[in-house]
């Protein structure tokens, strides 16, 4: 996909039975109704035998997949017995400079319903067979939004399976206070925010919460603050539609100058460079 900084491969079988795996890795067993989501952008295969090996894509189906047509339909039986039927795509999003769930996920993960229980991804399968099959205007706008809430589902069943010691970013989420937290940070980031402001509005005292949030999170709740609003910054950057002063003042800096020495002291790069699209830097990763 032109312009995009990550992509998040998903395939949902919706018929038969087949096999993912990264190349080089176990193949996974897969089921009608369930979903295999690949999180880091690693080649994979997808086949009917875990052993096979994949083919380069023949050059009708890169016109295809390049020419912006979708949803699109590719026959890889021939005129074979059909194994499996797959309903695939992606999900495009920000990698750089920091994205905490990305680096929470592993990069295999799988989920869904092949004992037919009803679930949303059930529910997903049916609507997405129906918009690939019919072709109807707006299809394309359609399966975006149920891929988002397919991959919302999907991390819910991932964070519910997480074993009680399991520490990270995801971890944090599943702490009712940390959460809090996060959410405050996520929602307000231009905030003055100090670890005793978070502390009382997220119902814990000011240690406890610095303890358990460097602890799950994996960062001390300021650096985390620092991180996430150099995210943002990057995103506005990238726009290229908002100027430095403006940028600066929404995510919580005085002044312009303040903003570009914290960009580039914990990104390595000026705001300026990553505007023209530079991505090579050497930063502290500290505020």
């Known amino acids: 996909m032109p312009g995009a ?30 979903v295999v989501v690949f999180t880091r952008s690693d080649p994979h295969i997808m086949s009917s035998n875990p052993a096979l090996r994949a083919d380069p894509p023949t050059a009708d189906v890169l016109d295809i997949a390049t020419s912006s047509r979708m949803p699109f339909y590719i ?97 944090g989420l599943r702490d009712p206070n940390l959460a809090r937290a996060l959410a405050l940070i996520h929602d307000r980031p231009a905030h003055n925010w100090t670890v005793e402001a978070l502390a009382k509005d997220s119902a814990l005292s000011r240690s406890v919460l610095a303890e358990r949030f460097t602890r799950l999170v994996g960062m001390p709740p300021m650096h985390y603050l620092a991180k996430w609003r150099m995210q943002i910054a990057s995103e506005l950057l990238s726009a290229g539609t908002s100027n430095m002063a403006s940028i600066a003042a929404e995510i919580g800096y005085e002044s312009e100058a303040a903003f570009s020495r914290a960009f580039k002291k914990m990104i390595g790069l ?10 090579t830097g050497s930063g502290t990763d500290e505020e």
């Not at 099959?133 to 706008?141: D, F, I, M, P, Y």
């Open 75 to 171: 026959n890889c039986a021939g005129d074979g017995a059909t194994s499996a039927r797959l309903v695939c795509g992606y999900l495009a999003c920000d990698a750089q400079p920091f994205n905490p769930l990305l680096e929470a996920l592993p990069p295999v993960i799988k989920a869904g319903d092949a004992k037919g229980d009803g679930g949303w991804l059930s529910q997903f399968i049916n609507l997405a067979v129906t918009e690939v099959a019919q072709k109807r205007a707006g299809s394309e706008t359609v399966l975006t939004k149920l891929s988002e809430l397919m991959f919302v589902d999907v991390l819910r069943r991932y964070l519910e399976s997480l074993p009680p010691q399991t520490t990270g970013w995801l971890a």
């Open 5 to 34: 900084d990550h992509l998040i491969s998903y395939h949902v079988v919706t018929a038969g039975r087949c096999f993912a795996r990264i190349v080089g890795q176990e193949a996974i067993a897969l089921e009608a109704g369930e």
């Open 270 to 279: 000026p705001p300026s460079a990553w505007r023209l699209g530079i991505r």
